[in-house]
Structure formats: C-alpha cells, structure tokens
C-alpha cells in the first residue's frame, strides 16, 4: 500500500547509528520467541533529483548479540551463521523507491553465496530537526522475514528453531548538507 509521497533532499543521506536498530525475533522448541539484534551494520540511501531513493544495507554477523553471551558465541561458529566465512548479510532493493507515508521495498537478501528475494514493509516516521546543530533526520520503520532454511542457517531438527526469522528495522538517517 502506498499513500501520500514526500519529497526529501537529494544526496546521500547518512545513517544515524546511535538511533537505530536491527533486530530478529525467531521461534525456540515452537513455545517462545528469541529476540536479538546486530551491532554493525551499514546503509546506503541515496536521493535522485527525482525524489526516488536506491536503498541497501550490510550487516556485519559478527556483531549478533542476543544478549546471551555463550548462545551468541555458538551462533556465529559454522554451526549457524558462519561468520568465518560469511561475514556479512547484505539487501539490496530492486530499483529505487518513492518514500511515501506507507510502502514496500523489493528487493534481495545475500549470505554467503545464496540470495533470495526479501519484502519489507515500511513505515515513513517523517524528518525532523535534531540537537544543537540542528541537522534534520528522516526516520522509517520496516519487517520483513526471511527463512533461515534458504541460507542454511542452522539445524534442520524440527521443533528446535523455526525457520521464520522476521526482522524489524528502526532506521534514522541524517539529511544530507
């Protein structure tokens, strides 16, 4: 669904780390959702003359937290994410995108040598002016979910973890000058 357009300043707009967020939520033995998040991560968003944005991401494994130290270490051995060797998961819109109140964003999703298509659906939090100096900041909020049986992430044991992971992003960008 797409409703009302809005029009932001054309440049390379640059990501606010301090005010985002990547996080997951996956089932455990079927009963109870895991919640956790990545520490590193990277975006692209840049405006055309147009108003129409090219957007992508890279994540960087290594930084998984879940807030469970020894799960978090297992996690990223060979056994699930493979950091060693797959050290980040990148997106990748399609084509460039019109940022309106509400909106979709197709595109694909890389680990490793494995990409598949990936549906968000974003929320547009508007732009707004932030501390002293007064730099203004564009805020979205988007899911979506991938499986984790396209990646080979993990155990293919049913019951142990689902293959649903949905991911939430909390993205503020700072307006390019």
Avoid at 97 to 106: H, K, P
């Amino acid at each position: 669904m797409t409703t009302s357009t809005t029009q932001l300043k054309a440049g390379s707009w640059a990501l606010d780390t301090a005010h985002s967020s990547v996080s997951f939520a996956i089932r455990h033995l079927g009963i109870a959702k895991v919640r956790g998040g990545f520490t590193r991560f990277d975006t692209e968003f840049v405006v055309d003359e147009n108003g129409e944005a090219t957007l992508g991401a890279t994540i960087h494994l290594d930084s998984f937290d879940s807030g469970n130290p020894d799960r978090d270490a297992h996690v990223r051995t060979a056994d699930f994410l493979d950091v060693e060797n797959r050290p980040t998961l990148t997106f990748r819109a399609l084509g460039p995108v019109r940022v309106a109140e509400t909106f979709t964003v197709d595109g694909e999703v890389t680990l490793g040598a494995i990409t598949k298509p990936v549906r968000l659906d974003v929320e547009w939090g508007g732009v707004q002016a932030f501390g002293e100096t007064g730099e203004r900041h564009a805020g979205f909020s988007a899911t979506g979910t991938i499986k984790r049986s396209d990646f080979g992430v993990g155990p293919s044991a049913p019951g142990f973890l689902g293959d649903a992971v949905a991911i939430e992003l909390e993205i503020q960008l700072v307006e390019p000058k």
